[in-house]
């Protein structure tokens, strides 16, 4: 096949595609333009996740009318002037690439006035063909339209997720540049909804408490390093406010969000012995180093720096960090129940543990009252024990120790197990048995819970309602970043319904990529089911205590968790005599 110059529409496609992947890229490259452009307010709109529109206003500096065509042209920007310009970039934008590569996949309008002129122009792209220049009388500053995005590029579009899924992706996008830029008024509308008012702050704490809530406003605490060529700022949360997943570690380096592994390593390794192994501190970090001492080029999406010094960089965050929690009492403070969800004459609270046959309801102020209450009127015998993978025991006394392990006496020898534990177990196959029998007996709200969350994790939610359903957690939209939960599983009401959420929301967020249903229901219901098991701390009754005995004994796996965890370990008669110089 002859070589031959590609023409200026594929040329154009190819480089769409290497910087725009999905509507959030779209955002992110117009957002950052805009503050580049010194906006105190960018207004964001959207319809249909983005795909259909991407509308920004901002009120920055504007483009000259005799510029406006230029800017349309690809490797055209106002922020490099030279090669060496590239290694001391102190502006968000700078490739010249996203204007051009826009236009070219999108019908595409640009109308923008400068400050201190009486009037603009306009000038439109529809799939990169330019139309002419036209005078426009708008407000000074910039305003972008972006329709039908890959109208021209159907295999690209094909690709695209679902709405939801989009919108969250540009939520993401602008809680990165909004977290950076506190001092910028945003706001966010999708579908002539309004999903967020960001007033401008100079209190950066107060802006995540819009975008998290006031749990990790209240907990955070500031990091402010001396001044030095390598200076960190920031916020970090107490260790109790830990996560299942990493999604709120946020990286900043001269006011540009990225990602490096080693560097969130480093906040990780600051928590050591803090948090348990498998869980994820909170982070709001914000470097600030030469502009010559990092490189933004190394990445198309500019997701990515390369510091000439990592290892300094690395030191600091460990350092800084480690040495703020210290001066910290980080002893967990006991916090009161919540209000009850209704009164209890209307709502009653069923029995912790639910066995095979109907139990009458247990006292909800009782916890050893629903562990124990079982139906006598019933003379069948209960179902043989399933085969384990450690010799069957009977079931005799055990004592509890810390508040968190029985010790149980075997012929064996001595069984230690972790209360938290085998309860979340138990509770895993009795949920997961009834949901598979289509028998998961479900309690709905007298009046539905309004629950606020940040709009990337509400729009998860929702996109997971009929898995949700499934495990008996009625939601639906309420508007902005609200949703409402109208039911939870009877069987897990020991907590409040709002934490069974909780835990299932970190796990719907920690995934890029949906697993298959039945992967995701196993998933879902052993976070539920930890949600609602006793806790290391909790006391138990000696009769609630052979009552988990008991129902390990008919559990199909009690030996693990459904996380993998032990939930028994086996110390034999052999063992003890040999520690004890018995043999």
Sequence with gaps: MPIRQLPPDVITKIAAGEVIERPASVVKELLENSIDAGSTRI????????????????DGCGIAPDELLLALAAHATSKLASAEDLFNVTTMGFRGEALASIAGIAKFTLQSRARGTE????????GGVIGPLKPWSGSPGTRIEVRHLFFNVPVRKKFLKTNASELGQICETLTRIALAHPHVHFTLRHNNRQVYDLPRSENLAERIGLFFGKEIRNALYEIDTPPGPYQLKGLIADPRCDR????????????????????????MDAYRNLIMSGRHPIGFLFLTVPANEIDVNVHPTKAEVKFRENATVFSLIRAAVKERLLRENLVPR????????????MMPLPTLFMPSRPQPIADADDLGSQIITADTSDPQPPPPPLPMMFPTIPVGTAVQMHDAYLIQETPEGMLVIDQHALHERILFEQVRRRVRDGQLEVQRLLIPEPIELPAAQAAAVLE?????AMLGLEVSDFGGNTILLS???????????????AGVVDYLVSKDRAPSPEVMLDHLLATMACKAAVKAGDKLTPAEIQHLLEL???????????????????????DLDRQFRRT
């Design 334 to 345: 006991a916090t009161m129940p919540a209000q009850p969800i209704a009164p209890p004459e």
């Design 43 to 58: 207004d964001l709109e959207l319809e249909q996740g983005g795909s259909e529109l991407i509308r920004i206003v901002d």
């Design 552 to 574: 390990r004994a008919l559990a199909e796996e009690s030996h693990h968790c459904p996380h993998g965890r032990p939930t028994t370990l086996l110390f034999s008669r052999q």
């Design 464 to 468: 997971a309602t009929a898995e949700l």
């Design 119 to 126: 009037i603009g122009a306009e000038i439109r792209s529809d």
């Design 244 to 267: 299942g997943n990493s999604k709120l570690q946020y990286l900043f380096v001269n006011g540009r969000w990225f990602r490096d592994r080693s560097l969130s390593y480093a906040l």
């Design 487 to 501: 039911s939870y599983p009877t069987l897990l009401s020991r907590r409040p319904p709002h934490e069974i959420l």
